[in-house]
Nanobody, 121 residues
């Protein structure tokens, strides 16, 4: 059984930083694609970043240059370092995994419970 547990969310001022963690069990973060998605109030869940099993990274245009996705195979954990945060980054952030790769949300078959990120202006 695959479990993904996010942590690291919180309240931060605009321009600040947060690091989200996604601890995985039942699946190696190095053997599957791992993605971060976010859902703001009243909006659909959207792609943020992903790291393929090959190590190739992919980012949404809105976060490119500010967010960095990484993984620690020894800890079986994926991270999302978020810098220069903006109020529009406020959302619940979810970790997900899948075989193969795409940005399409429907392709991800395991999800965490989400962690709230709130950026104040």
């Amino acid at each position: 059984q695959v479990q993904l547990v996010e942590s690291g969310g919180g309240l931060v001022q605009a321009g600040g930083s947060l690091r989200l963690s996604c601890a995985a069990s039942g699946r190696s973060v190095s053997s599957y694609s791992m993605g971060w998605f976010r859902q703001a109030p009243g909006k659909e869940r959207a792609f943020v970043a992903a790291i393929r099993w090959t190590g190739v990274r992919d980012y949404a245009d809105s976060v490119k240059g500010r967010f960095t996705i990484s993984r620690d195979s020894a800890k079986n954990t994926v991270y999302l370092q978020m810098n220069s945060l903006r109020p529009e980054d406020t959302a619940v952030y979810y970790c997900a995994s899948r075989d193969g790769y795409s940005r399409d949300i429907s392709g991800y078959d395991n999800w965490g419970q989400g962690t709230q990120v709130t950026v104040s202006s």
